[in-house]
Nanobody, 122 residues
């Protein structure tokens, strides 16, 4: 299973950016898909996560500005980022909890994308 993230780049303060992440390979089912970020000198943190049933969690500092969505048919997850701030500057990673085969119970494994850099200038 591979996750390929794209959409990073440079943007001005207050601007917008849309990140995309595609999961490919031997996929039977995907439970949660999400976005994390890691700024220089700081630990990786959860930005947003969406569960297969539709439940969504956001980091408090991005609520109202970021929107996560997913396309289950395409095994993709998106992060629409609006009103970006310099403190949003980070490498953004997508991840997914993937089951590669049916089973009882189904076993999910967590996979990570390679990261895409978002730089917000003031």
């Amino acid at each position: 299973v591979q996750l390929q993230a794209s959409g990073g780049g440079s943007v001005q303060n207050g601007g917008s950016r849309r990140l995309s992440c595609a999961a490919s390979g031997s996929i039977f089912s995907i439970n949660a898909m999400g976005w994390y970020r890691q700024a220089a000198g700081r630990p990786r943190e959860l930005v947003a996560r969406i569960i297969s049933g539709g439940s969504i969690d956001y980091l408090d500092s991005v609520k109202g500005r970021f929107t996560i969505s997913r396309d289950n048919a395409k095994n993709m997850v998106y992060l629409q980022m609006n009103s970006l701030k310099p403190e949003d500057t980070a490498v953004y990673y997508c991840n997914a909890d993937v089951a590669r085969a049916p089973g009882m119970p189904v076993k999910f494994y967590t996979y990570w994308g390679q990261g895409t850099l978002v730089t917000v200038s003031s």
